[in-house]
Nanobody, 127 residues
Framework: VQLQASGGGLVQAGGSLRLSCAAS?????????MAWFRQAPGKERDFVAA????????WYADSVKGRFTISRDNAKNMMYLQMNSLNPEDAAVYYC????????????????????WGQGTLVTVSS
């Protein structure tokens, strides 16, 4: 699967942005669980949110819980991240990631568990 993230930009603290991730795949999009990670300069890539193949279950990092909402539209091969009440600590390059469904559990917060990555979209938050 090829992933293309978009929607980043400059926003004032307290503002909102909606990130999108477009998936191009010969396989059915529902064959993938999806996630968002972010990486600030000089820091490791951190988990932000993940969503199950059907979109029925989602998980969030504590730092974004209640402010960010992950969703997906399987008919359009799209995933989204609605980000509200942004603060300067949210500034980073945001990456979308996909993991092909397979037997066995996995840790959805671990970047190495994902098979495919988008190129990233930059989010800048001014104070």
């Amino acid at each position: 699967v090829q992933l293309q993230a978009s929607g980043g930009g400059l926003v004032q603290a307290g503002g909102s942005l909606r990130l999108s991730c477009a998936a191009s795949t010969r396989r059915t999009f529902t064959m993938f669980s999806m996630a968002w990670f972010r990486q600030a300069p000089g820091k490791e890539r951190d988990f932000v949110a993940a969503i199950s193949w059907a979109g029925s279950t989602s998980w969030y990092a504590d730092s974004v819980k209640g402010r960010f909402t992950i969703s997906r539209d399987n008919a359009k091969n799209m995933m989204y991240l609605q980000m509200n009440s942004l603060n300067p600590e949210d500034a980073a390059v945001y990456y979308c990631a996909a993991r092909a469904l397979r037997d066995g559990g996995y840790s959805y917060t671990v970047a190495e568990e994902y098979d495919n990555w988008g190129q990233g979209t930059l989010v800048t938050v001014s104070s």
